[in-house]
């Protein structure tokens, strides 16, 4: 006997009688038949919620999965809101999708939707990376955009982000007026699906050959690429948009010795050669770094399904192929842009650098000591490209990156480019190379010079409805009982960026977080140890972040000192109670 409750049995009952294809209420009829209570609940027990950045959640029927019908509706809302801001004025979106399973078909529902609300759509012919259609905004002068990604999500999931006018994920005011206007969506009969052709264009090699342009510009140390150009560079897309737009910039750059995972240069949305389609994670790297052993390559860089991210391998004092995490190729990449831009003479005072808040506080010392100014904003990407929005005219970009392997150089888009990156951190191999030193002698110095800063990433997994309800415990756990002591340093600041306050804990005093709100907690220590707990926006996950410090000398000690951070770190996560 099915046992469901009320709003669950509310959003079902509307499926089953509503303007819903046959087959859908057949397979509803079907788990109804079968006593699936659980696939039942987490498929109807809300709807999904088109949250600041769009919708992603596991594709399937229901009001709490990607389908047709959500997609629908979030672009019927998105087109209300757009017409509303936008009046007669003639409105003009951009749409691209990658490489996941249905994304085809979800771009074009998306696009039909559009077109039948009157609105112009230039949509991709094929699939591309997420930057791209954030640089082709921009281009086109569009005041929106559409990209179908569940970024480096399991092969279940679909995603659908949305753009605003500066080629930036919404921010507010827009973000919560979109979420709103997709809200007052309460039937699928309200939404336009019978599309008009002749709205809809499509772009293809001409908006290729400008983006491929565009990032040539950024490079900066040509003549050191000229001498190291067969520099062996191991490339895999992950099945997804990185090709072949990395490797066609990287040729552009002037790089003549890319290799590439032929497994993984196919377009599939199952991803058969990984579990998890996740630069971050070695596993999604283990077929190029075989390649990468039999070849002897200096470089290795793996770019997840939309090519926003970016994972890279390069070789340590013995010669073996160690992965960097976010937080050192950030660091890496904004030290060597800045260096470039001084030594060409370009650094000028104007200039400025973004991080986010969980992201290595070594980036801030590194920009410190070039004079330049790092701004911190809240964690995603959005925020990052709103600044540069804000600053836009006043002030020059250089670099930006933010823990979670994003990384952007140069002003052309709005959001993190695995492409641009890719070949910037290709030139910046070949720069260090031409000086007699690798990626990881360059690490090294920083870290003797700046401090020793360590990072690690704990995420916790929680499933559906019971899920959700215990990350929200552990939050309100951490802020009405906060630990006193982390790691054996005292707890010494409580900042908690959701009631946008900073605490001293021994007397109380606060001041104010000049950001907007977010759920995200950050605990700093005596000895500057700095730990985030942040629920994740886009996963059914709680994110733990640790950052310490160590001194670090010189360079033969570096292994002593990484483990000593590396028990400390072990620390802190238990008394967190985290494992």
Known sequence: MLQLDATTKKNMETWLNGNYDQQTKDEIRRLIKENATTELTDAFYRDLEFGTGGLRGIMGIG???????????????????????????PIKVAIAHDCRNNATTFAQITADVFSANGIEVYMFEELRPTPQLSY?????????????????????????????????????????????????????????FDGNPALIKKLGAEMDEQYVARLARESISADAIKRQHDMKIVFSPIHGTGYPLVPDVLKRFGFSNVILVDEQITFDGNFPTVIYPNPEEQEALTMALQKAREVGADLVMATDPDADRVGIAVRDNNGELVLLNGNQTGSLLMHYVLTAWNEAGKLDGKQYVVKTIVTSQLMDRIAASMNVTCYNVLTGFKFIGDLMTRL??????????????????????????????????????????????????????????????????????????????????????YREDTPSVLGGSPVRTLKDYAAQTSRELSSGKQEAIDLPASDVLQFITEDGSVISARPSGTEPKIKFYCSVKGQLNRKEDFDTVSAELDKKIDAVMSDLGVA
């Open 136 to 192: 082709a905004i921009r281009e086109l002068g569009c005041q929106s955009g559409v990209m179908l990604t569940a970024s480096h999500n399991p092969k279940e999931y679909s995603g659908y982000k949305a753009y605003w006018n500066d080629g930036g994920q919404l921010i507010a005011p827009h973000d919560k007026n979109v979420v709103a206007e997709v809200a007052n969506i309460t039937s699928v009969d309200e939404v336009k």
């Open 392 to 477: 836009e005219g006043e002030q020059t970009f250089v670099v930006g990156g933010e823990e979670s392997y994003g990384y952007l150089v140069g002003e052309h888009a709005r959001d993190k480019d695995a492409v641009v990156a890719a070949a910037m951190i290709a030139e910046m191999a070949a720069y260090y190379k031409d000086k007699g030193q690798s990626l990881f002698d360059a690490l090294i110095g920083l870290y003797v010079q700046h401090g020793y800063y360590k990072e690690k990433l704990i995420s916790i997994t929680k499933k559906g409805k019971s899920g959700a309800e215990e990350i929200k415990a552990m939050m309100k756990s």
């Open 63 to 89: 009001s709490n999965r990607i389908n047709r019908y959500t997609i629908g509706m979030a672009t019927q809302g998105l087109s209300n809101y757009l017409k509303k801001v936008y009046g007669d004025t």
